[in-house]
Each structure stands twice: as structure tokens, then as C-alpha cells.
């Protein structure tokens, strides 16, 4: 307090001082005011300083004005607390004679209304100062507490203690939450500690304790309850009965704790590290279910019934709940959104708006988050953010881990008042605290301690556990829970005595503590006495209303584009980095040759590099869809713990993700496609490009979203992630064709099993056999070609590789060799499996010895009509050829029947027509034209033009470019066909997800590696 404000209160108190002398009781109370705030040096001086003021005031006389005057100079330096000791101090002194005369009501009066205080505080602390009589002590703002069962009270509270002499009056001022104490009788009563002087007026502070012989003491907790304005809600009694907690590896995390509490209350959990705090603090909430006993709210048991409490409990994780791009208005709109179904959009601005202004966030409302590196909001702002988000559904029981862990001391101490607060409403606030200030520490109603190994060794009031523990070791001074002098409390002597540590003989601290953790447990159980709490039969307030799945997927997805949108940096790589990979990708490919006489420039047709381009556009959509979905879930991993905790959709909240993933992946693809085809000159089949990415870049997405499901680091699943694509490269049938691959994996027929796996085999072949097949040039002349193949490779290869074995045969036939026998045997089972394809096309009437083609029956004759049969099979192919070529040609004269038409049809053909994209669909390349493999000759050359041959109703096992599938009976084109399978390969992901199984077999796989799963 400055000298110049000293002075101002001591000419104030002049003016107010009884008319004429002052009075020996004013001056000794003006001696009082001035020992409580100065040296004993210095209260000689002020006091004739006061007396110097009475004496000009006596001589000039004071009016309003002059109060008025002293006021505006006193009020810009007082707070509001400030001014309410001041006119209490002022009531003090006009009645220290025993009457208070009209001229004085007049002049404190005035001076009330000056400091903004209330006509009814003023009138409640004069009739707390004049009282001398638990009789005139009745008003609502006091609180009575003396040893008369019978005494009835119209408006005062009461309370009994039977072995009080005397009475204690306890003054609530509402205005500004301060309370006051006056003691008249002569029991020795001590208030944390310290003597109370019988008729002295003093504040009463946070967490203060009034004791006494033979009494149950007076809690701070206790006071503020009996002026508690009885709630809207519900009474909420909560018990903890005998909670056990034993971990998966078989340790024990709690033993046989017990609690029993209800609304109104701010309980504290304290205890070493690994003590088991989170632990018990998860057990209460329903987070974790106990290995054994129970947790009841109004008499329900939370494990056995959560659908009854559902909404009832509110918990706030030490961790961030918060989205960092999003507002911090948004973070609360989108929570209460999530809570609230039945709410309109006024009523939940309202209550956010309210939320915010009760934290004191309505300031920064429309700031973002940002993260605890890159900070827009203080963490004291981020902490009561957590806390609003639970605020918005007022629940009953609240639990808050670790809400001050991080935070400067002055942020700790107004969390800790908004919890204080929210107890004060009627709720039950549970916390997990660490190192707490003096201040922080007397909020607190009870404490609950834990020590190493989950031992309940103290419950009760938090001042009392100082002197608990020091009367259990024998300390001097163990009736001293606090500091006389400045009533500070030390919560570390608790842990300090606690943890206390066995000296040896060179005077040196060991290791060992000298009373264990069950020997605390031991003392605690023998001097525990139980907190009586009447069990509440009413049923449990909850606000939650949760929306439909449907528009909690909405709900989510709003939020998810929200905060993509508010993040700058996101949307402008993702949404540039397609493009700007399209454009590099293509003009590194945009291929012509400098030297060609013939041509002037790039022409589409002769690009050797499209094939490459086509492939490298898979990798890339594949590549996109992993980046940009591999974080979302991890994330948003503990606000999903939160989410889950209120029973919101899992499915939900999937549903949103995918979508939105979706979206995105179709942008990024569909922008890509625009900037690749301009550059490369690619026309037509626009659609079937994208449609291929997408479904590749969607694929990739419910990829991303198991892997980021399934590990807890998002280094690790940046890791992961050429692990997933480099598998997508070699084995898409590009890098390292199918037939070359290592046997054991490889198939020289048809696309080995590991290849159907690879969603980029798929993908490529959809868009090489689309590209070729079915782009406008080619398809005025695909199906002439397809006949045309079709015979050429019968009449070139397989119908000569079928005589060439049955010379063999007829060369051999007499042989009586095993070895040729048996070669034999395998060339005719060939030889009949291929003709008797063929007998179906010509007739089965052309050859009538199918029965003779095994070596007992194979003679001369046999060999004759066989070789007939080729010769007209050969004839009936070439016959074939011929019709398909006249007519091929026959179509190409009236294309170019005219100069005009001739260059039209060239130009379809550079534009559309890619010649090596040509050649690898017809693998042209292949040496081996032909070959046999499990009795079969599979034809090498031409899969472009090949039809399926299906051994099965559902058969899709083919060759690499093959234009259908056979699936169903049918044959199915393989653009359709691709990408359904990828789409189907899609879903399988999207089911994994849902029902979390890699995160499953993880979990089962770390479960199984840890040695103490192991050992048990």
C-alpha cells in the first residue's frame, strides 16, 4: 500500500470517526487497522497523522462532497475486496463506542455507494460488526456456529459443535466471494494454527481450518457449502468401494482404495510419480475397469451400467483435446455441436459465447489454436479451453488430470479457481495435482494420497495431512499444519516425510525409504475414520444429447474441412502438389525425336515414354493418397480418446475422414490428369484416366488411414511408407516383368498371386489395355485386329508347335523307351486339349480320333487324319485372317477415300494412337511367342487381343493385358474390372479400420513380445 493511499483511508476514516473527539475504542481500532498493515516504528506516526486529519475535519467540518472527493482519489487503487475490508474496518470504528448514529448510517452509506457496494452487503456487515448475541446475528449472509442443538435461525445458517463456549459468526460478503470471521467466547479456538482473539474481526482465507478440543474441526469446505444456493440439479453422491486395479503384466496398480464424496466438493489426488494417480483418476471415470470393487454415482455402478451415467462425467486429459487449426470459438462450436442434437445454432452461440466469456476466452475467440510449439494462445488459455470443453455439457462429476502440469504459477491458481468455482455451482470436481502452491493447495476440500505400488495412505482435509504425518513420525510442532506468520502451507513436507530416507554410518542417505508404502498404508488403515455420505437415489443430470450418426458424420466433416481450411500451409501443398508433380512428370516424358526428318515436333504417337508416364501416374496417385491420409487419425488420437469417452460414432467419425479423403484425392487427381494430358497431348479417355488415379489415390487413402490407426508415431508411419510403395512398384508388372520374377513368387503363365495383391498392377493394366483399346483410333479397328492376332498366332505358332509334336510322336510311337513313352504321353494329352478347343470353331465331325490320341492307340492312321485335321485348321485361320483383313482394309479405303479423309485418319492415328504403348500390350518384345506350362500351351504374344479361358465360374486369373475378365460367366472389360477389384480391395480396408484389426495385431504382436507377458 503506497503512503499516499494511506493517508487517503486515514482521512476517510477521520471523516467517519464519531462527531466532535474521537473516542478512545475508535482510536485503539484505528490502532488495530494500522498493526495489521505497518511496523510497530511506524503506527506511532500514522496515528497522530490520523489524529492531525480529525482535528481539520472537527474545524472545517465534513459533508457528502468531501466523501465523495476521497472516494475517487481512493478508488483507482483499491480493488473491489480492497473496499469491502475498508468499509468493514470503517463499521468498526463507528461502533467501537456501541452505537452507530443516524449522521453515520448517512456517511457509510454514501461511502457505499461510492465503492459500488451493494445497499444489502452494507447492511449485512454492519449487523456482522454490531452482533454481539448469536440472536442479532440473523441474516442470510452469516453463518452461526456454537453448541446449541435447539437455537432456530430465520435466515442464518447454523452449525453444532457441542464443546464450544461461545459462538463463531461467519460473514459471506456475495459480492465479492470473501468471507469473515468473528469469535466471542472463551473456548481457545485457532483458525490454521494461530490463537483467535475473542471479539477480533478476521478474513477468512482460502482453505483456512477453525479447530478446537474435543470438536470435529470447521473446514473451509464446510463454510462454503452452507452458502451454496441449492442447485437446479440433482444431489450427485459418489463411492469408491475397495478399488483394486491390476495392470495386463500382472502388477498391481491399486489396492483397496476408498472414497466417498458428493456435489460441492474439489477433490485433490496426489502421490509420487507411477503412485498410480492417472490410474485410479481412469478407474473413477469409467476410462478403465477395476480388477476388483466399485465406483457408484447414486448408487449405479459405472463398469456394470455406463449407459445410465452416460453424460454424467466430464473428463479432461492432460493432454490437449484441442484442434490446433481451428479457433478457439470453433473448438467450442464444433463440441457442443457434437452434444447438443436438440440445440438450434442461436442457442449454441449463446452457451459458447457464455462458455467463453465464463473462461475469459471471449477475447480471443476468433484466434487459432495453433500448437504448443507454434503458440497463438497462452497455455493457461489452452488449459481453460480443455476445460470448456467439458464446461459446455456441465457435468456432474468432472475429473481433470494434471489441469496446472506446465503452466506458470498465476495461470495454476486461475485454473484451480475455475474448478474451485465449478464446485462451488454443485459439482463434483475430481484433480490430479502436482507440486501445488500454499494457495493452490487449501482450494482443495480433500485429499486423496497414493503412494508407489497404488497404497491409499491419506483421505481427508488437505491442511490436516501436514499434521497427520507429522504426528505419525513424532515431529516437534506436529499440531502446525501451516506457517503463523503468513499462513503458507508446504504440501512437499507430506512427500518429504513420506519419502524419507534411512541414513547409514558415514551420515550419508541411502536408497531405502525408512517406512515403506504398505507400512503408510498400515498406519492409514488403523487411524481412517470413513466419511459418512448419504447415498443419492436421484437420478444423474446429464445435458448430453448426441446427434445421429448421419449428422455426427456431417458434423465431422465440417470440422475436418474447417481445419484443412484454416491450414494454410496443407491446402496449398496439397492442392499444388499434384499439378506441380503432373508438370514435371510430363514434360520430363514429353519425348520426339530432334533428328526425325519427318516429323516437326512432339507427336503423341511416337512418345516412347507414355507407358512410363502412365505407370509413374499410378505411383504418384498412389503416393498422394498415402501422404495425405498417414496423419489424420494419429492426430486426432486423444481427441478420439474424448470422443469415445461421450459414446460418439467410431463409424462416424470413419465415414467423415474417408469423405473428405475422397474429396480431396479426387481434386488432386482430377488436376493432375488436366496439367499431364495438356502437356503430353493426351485426347479422349479423360474420364477413364482419372476414374483409374482416384480409385488408386482412395485406395491409398484407407491405407493410410489403418497404418495411421495402427501406430502410435507418425515417424514410424513415415517410415512405413516406402515400405508400402516400393512392393507397389516391383510388383506391378513394369519394373521386373511377371514371368522374370523369383519362381517362387513368379508365373510365367498368368499374373502371379503376389501381383493380384498390388493395387498398381490394377491400375496400370486398366490404363495401358484403356489407352489402347478403347481410344478413338483403335477402336475403328480393334476388333478386325483382334481376329486378324487371333489367327496369326494360330496358324504361326500354335497350330506348327502342335505338328512338331505330333512328329515327335509318330517318330516315336513304336519306341518301347519310358522316358518317350511318357513324353508321349504328355504331347498327345496337349494335343487333345488343344484340339478338342479347336473341334467347337470347325466341327466336331473334322477329326473322329480324339479317343486315339494316347500312345497305346496312336499308329500311323491316326497320325494321318491329324495331320489333315491341322492342315484345315490352318486353312480355316487363314480364311479367318483374310475376311478380317479385307474388311479391315476395305473400311481403311473409305476412310481415306479422299486427300482430306487420308490425312484426317493420320492425324486420328498420331493423336490417339501411342506406338509404344502399342507394343507392350501386344508384347511384341516376348522371345518366347509361345510356351507350355501344366499342360497347356499358353500364348505369349497378342494378350491385348486374347480372350479369357476360365476354369472356373469365377476365374479371373489372366494374362497381363488382357482386355476382360471372366467373372461370373461373363466376361468383363478390364477397365470395369480393374478398377472394381481395386475398389473391392478398398472396402476390405475400410472394413479393417472400422473394427481396428492392424492396430489389433499390433497391439497382440507387442503384447506377445514383452517379457513380462511372456513370463506369465
Not at 466471494?177 to 490454521?192: A, C, E, H, R, S
Request: aromatic content about 10%; charged content about 25%; proline content about 3%.
Amino acid at each position: 500500500m503506497s503512503e499516499a493511499l494511506l493517508k487517503a483511508i486515514l482521512r476517510l476514516f477521520a471523516v467517519v470517526a464519531k462527531e466532535g473527539d474521537v473516542t478512545k475504542q475508535e482510536r485503539d481500532q484505528i490502532r488495530v487497522f494500522l498493526n495489521d498493515h505497518l511496523s510497530q516504528s511506524a503506527v506511532d506516526g500514522y496515528l497522530k497523522l490520523f489524529d492531525e486529519y480529525t482535528k481539520t475535519i472537527s474545524e472545517t467540518g465534513a459533508d457528502a462532497s468531501a466523501i465523495e472527493k476521497l472516494c475517487a482519489e481512493i478508488n483507482p487503487h483499491l480493488t473491489q475486496k480492497q473496499k469491502i475490508v475498508i468499509v468493514l474496518e470503517l463499521i468498526s470504528i463507528i461502533q467501537a463506542d456501541g452505537t452507530i448514529s443516524e449522521h453515520e448510517e448517512k456517511l457509510v452509506s454514501t461511502i457505499g455507494e461510492c465503492f459500488k457496494i451493494s445497499a444489502r452487503e452494507i447492511e449485512a456487515i454492519q449487523v456482522f460488526v454490531l452482533g454481539n448475541q448469536p440472536s442479532e446475528l440473523d441474516h442470510d449472509h452469516l453463518l452461526i456456529v456454537d453448541a446449541s442443538p435447539t437455537a432456530t435461525f430465520a435466515n442464518a445458517r447454523h452449525m453444532v459443535r457441542d464443546h464450544l463456549n461461545g459462538f463463531i459468526a461467519i460473514l459471506h460478503v456475495e459480492q465479492n466471494d470473501l468471507y469473515f470471521l468473528k469469535y466471542l467466547g472463551k473456548t481457545d479456538v485457532y483458525l490454521n494454527g494461530v490463537p483467535v482473539k475473542s471479539g477480533k474481526i478476521s478474513v477468512l482465507a482460502v482453505g483456512s481450518l477453525l479447530r478446537w478440543d474435543k470438536d470435529e474441526p470447521v473446514y473451509y469446505g464446510q463454510i462454503l457449502s452452507q452458502f451454496m444456493k441449492p442447485g437446479t440439479h440433482s444431489r450427485t453422491s459418489f463411492e469408491a468401494k475397495g478399488i483394486t486395479f491390476k495392470f495386463k503384466n500382472g502388477r498391481l496398480g491399486l489396492r483397496n482404495v476408498n472414497l466417498s464424496e458428493e456435489s460441492g466438493n474439489l477433490i485433490a489426488l496426489m502421490g509420487a510419480s507411477g503412485a498410480g494417480k492417472s490410474t485410479l483418476l481412469h478407474v473413477l471415470n469409467g476410462s478403465e475397469k477395476p480388477s476388483g470393487g466399485q465406483v457408484l454415482i447414486n448408487d449405479i455402478d459405472i463398469h456394470q451400467a455406463p449407459d445410465k451415467i452416460e453424460g454424467v462425467i466430464g473428463f479432461v486429459p492432460q493432454d490437449d483435446l484441442l484442434i490446433e487449426d481451428l479457433t478457439v470459438y470453433q473448438n467450442l462450436y464444433f463440441a457442443a455441436k457434437l452434444c447438443f442434437s436438440q440445440k438450434n445454432e442461436e442457442e449454441i452461440d449463446l452457451l459458447v459465447m457464455k462458455v467463453l466469456e465464463d473462461l475469459g476466452l471471449a477475447e480471443i475467440k476468433d484466434l487459432k489454436v495453433g500448437s504448443p510449439l507454434r503458440k497463438t494462445i497462452s497455455g493457461g488459455q489452452r488449459k481453460r479451453l480443455n476445460i470448456g470443453l467439458e464446461l459446455l455439457r456441465e457435468p456432474a462429476v468432472l475429473f481433470c488430470d494434471e489441469p496446472t502440469s506446465g503452466l506458470s504459477s498465476r495461470d495454476s491458481e486461475n485454473i484451480i479457481d475455475l474448478l474451485k468455482e465449478l464446485s462451488l455451482k454443485g459439482k463434483l470436481v475430481f484433480a490430479v495435482i502436482h507440486q501445488p502452491s500454499s494457495d493452490i493447495f487449501k482450494m482443495f476440500d480433500k485429499l486423496l494420497i497414493l503412494d508407489t505400488g497404488g497404497y491409499q495412505i491419506y483421505y481427508g482435509n488437505p491442511v490436516d495431512a501436514i499434521v497427520y504425518f507429522k504426528k505419525s513420525i513424532n515431529l516437534v510442532n506436529s499440531d502446525e499444519g501451516e506457517c503463523h506468520e503468513c499462513g503458507n502451507v508446504n504440501p512437499e513436507q507430506i512427500f518429504n516425510i513420506i519419502e524419507t530416507k534411512v541414513i547409514n554410518e558415514y551420515g550419508h542417505f541411502t536408497n531405502e525409504r525408512k517406512m515403506t508404502a504398505q507400512q503408510w498404508h498400515e498406519i492409514y488403515e488403523k487411524n481412517y475414520k470413513p466419511f459418512s455420505v448419504k447415498t443419492s437415489n436421484d437420478e444423474p443430470h446429464s445435458t448430453l444429447n448426441i446427434p445421429s450418426r448421419f449428422r455426427q458424420a456431417h458434423l465431422f466433416s465440417m470440422r475436418d474441412i474447417q481445419a484443412k481450411i484454416h491450414n494454410r500451409q496443407y491446402m496449398i501443398i496439397n492442392l499444388l502438389e499434384a499439378p506441380v508433380l503432373a508438370f514435371i512428370l510430363a514434360f520430363i516424358v514429353r519425348y520426339y525425336n530432334i533428328d526425325d526428318k519427318l516429323t516437326t515436333g512432339y507427336v503423341f504417337s511416337k512418345n516412347l515414354n507414355l507407358p512410363a508416364y502412365l505407370f509413374m501416374s499410378v505411383i504418384v496417385a498412389l503416393f498422394m493418397g498415402l501422404t495425405v491420409s498417414a496423419e489424420e487419425i494419429i492426430r486426432d488420437r486423444k481427441i478420439l480418446k474424448r470422443e469415445a469417452f461421450l459414446h460418439l460414432s467410431r463409424s462416424s467419425y470413419i465415414l467423415s475422414k474417408i469423405s473428405i479423403l475422397f474429396i480431396l484425392s479426387a481434386i488432386q487427381t482430377l488436376m493432375f490428369v488436366i496439367v499431364g494430358s495438356y502437356i503430353l497431348e493426351i485426347k479422349g479417355l479423360f474420364f477413364e484416366h482419372w476414374f483409374i488415379l482416384f480409385t488408386v489415390s482412395c485406395f491409398a487413402n484407407l491405407l493410410g488411414l489403418n497404418i495411421s490407426s495402427a501406430f502410435n508415431s507418425a515417424v514410424t508411419i513415415y517410415i512405413l511408407i516406402p515400405l508400402l510403395l516400393i512392393p507397389q512398384l516391383i510388383l506391378s508388372g513394369v519394373v521386373v516383368k511377371f514371368d522374370k520374377l523369383n519362381p517362387a513368387i513368379g508365373n510365367t503363365a498368368t499374373v502371379p498371386f503376389v501381383g493380384d495383391l498390388m493395387a498398381s498392377r490394377w491400375a496400370f493394366e486398366a490404363a495401358m489395355v484403356t489407352q489402347f483399346k478403347d481410344n478413338r483410333f483403335s477402336k475403328e479397328f480393334y476388333m478386325y485386329d483382334k481376329v486378324m492376332a487371333n489367327a496369326d498366332f494360330m496358324k504361326v505358332y500354335l497350330i506348327p508347335e502342335l505338328e512338331t509334336r505330333i512328329q515327335y510322336c509318330i517318330n516315336n510311337y513304336r519306341s518301347p523307351d519310358p522316358e518317350v513313352k511318357e513324353t508321349m504321353q504328355k504331347n498327345l494329352a496337349l494335343i487333345r486339349r488343344e484340339i478338342g478347343q479347336e473341334l467347337n470353331l470347325v466341327g466336331a465331325d473334322k477329326f473322329k480320333h480324339m479317343d486315339n490320341l494316347v500312345p497305346a492307340r496312336f499308329d500311323s492312321t491316326v497320325y494321318q487324319d491329324l495331320t489333315v485335321f491341322l492342315d484345315q485348321l490352318k486353312t480355316f485361320y487363314i480364311r479367318r485372317y483374310n475376311v478380317a483383313d479385307q474388311k479391315k482394309e476395305a473400311k481403311i479405303r473409305e476412310m481415306t477415300s479422299t486427300p482430306e479423309k487420308e490425312k484426317a485418319l493420320e492425324d486420328l492415328r498420331e493423336q490417339y494412337n501411342n506406338e509404344s504403348i502399342m507394343e507392350l500390350v501386344k508384347n511384341l518384345s516376348e522371345t518366347h511367342r509361345i510356351i507350355e506350362q501344366d499342360g497347356k500351351l499358353i500364348q505369349k504374344i497378342y494378350p491385348i487381343y486374347k480372350d479369357p479361358e476360365p476354369d472356373h465360374m469365377v476365374d479371373f486369373n489372366a494374362q497381363f493385358y488382357m482386355p476382360t475378365k471372366h467373372f461370373l460367366r461373363s466376361n468383363v472389360d478390364t477397365f470395369y474390372f480393374n478398377t472394381g477389384v481395386i475398389w473391392s480391395m478398398t472396402l476390405v480396408l475400410a472394413l479393417l479400420l472400422y473394427f481396428d484389426v492392424l492396430r489389433r495385431i499390433i497391439d497382440g504382436i507387442g503384447s506377445l513380445s514383452n517379457p513380462l507377458h511372456r513370463r506369465k
